[in-house]
T-cell receptor
Framework: DADVTQTPRNRITKTGKRIMLECSQTKGHDRMYWYRQDPGLGLQLIYYSFDVKDINKGEISDGYSVSRQAQAKFSLSLESAIPNQTALYFC????????FGPGTRLTVT | GNSVTQMEGPVTLSEEAFLTINCTYTATGYPSLFWYVQYPGEGLQLLLKATKADDKGSNKGFEATYRKETTSFHLEKGSVQVSDSAVYFCALSASGSARQLTFGSGTQLTVLP
């Protein structure tokens, strides 16, 4: 089984809709991250969490929110999706090394 | 702030060719440096890392040496294979561990048979 899983893997939604992306990890790590990947821009950090009670904004948190439901679960929400949030989203977890999920491809029409 | 600059792609090589992907960084202190690889349809995987100056990271025939004097961490492989086709990301962690990473923009490599 994969160490980091993301659901859904693909999602198409309309402008203005609320959407949640979910992430689960079996590494037992405290630290979890959400990144966004756009072509030619590498990965940009949206939010990160050092433990269940510690949530921090990353470089590009506007328009996003997160919830750390448990050590193993970290969800990303788009409260009102807009087309420029169309991207590939990755969840990651870290001890010394970061482990990435397979990504969620989100399209906002 | 911290930043990573990668050689722009895409890069197309023939099988068995020599590969170099350039990476330079800006950071305060003594960052750790990483190369990640992303195969089509997958998440990023750590390829190699170096945690201090003059360290050489290596894995699967790839190598990169942490050069503090030139603030560089260039990725090299002596003989690429078709299976090496992927996107390669250089990254740094200023905290000295893989906790918060700053990524370069990625370099797409295509290897032709």
């Amino acid at each position: 089984d994969a160490d980091v899983t993301q659901t859904p893997r693909n999602r198409i939604t309309k402008t203005g809709k609320r959407i949640m992306l979910e992430c689960s990890q079996t590494k037992g790590h405290d630290r979890m991250y959400w990144y966004r990947q756009d072509p030619g821009l590498g990965l940009q950090l949206i939010y990160y969490s050092f433990d269940v009670k510690d949530i921090n904004k990353g470089e590009i948190s506007d328009g996003y929110s997160v919830s750390r439901q448990a050590q193993a679960k970290f969800s990303l929400s788009l409260e009102s999706a807009i087309p420029n949030q169309t991207a590939l989203y990755f969840c990651a977890t870290s001890g010394y090394e970061q482990y990435f999920g397979p990504g969620t491809r989100l399209t906002v029409t | 702030g911290n930043s990573v600059t990668q050689m722009e792609g895409p890069v197309t090589l023939s099988e068995e060719a020599f590969l170099t992907i350039n990476c330079t960084y800006t950071a305060t202190g003594y960052p750790s440096l990483f190369w990640y690889v992303q195969y089509p349809g997958e998440g990023l995987q750590l390829l190699l890392k170096a945690t201090k100056a003059d360290d050489k990271g290596s894995n699967k025939g790839f190598e990169a040496t942490y050069r503090k004097e030139t603030t560089s961490f260039h990725l090299e492989k002596g003989s690429v294979q078709v299976s090496d086709s992927a996107v390669y990301f250089c990254a740094l962690s200023a905290s000295g561990s893989a906790r918060q990473l700053t990524f370069g923009s990625g370099t797409q490599l295509t290897v032709l048979p």
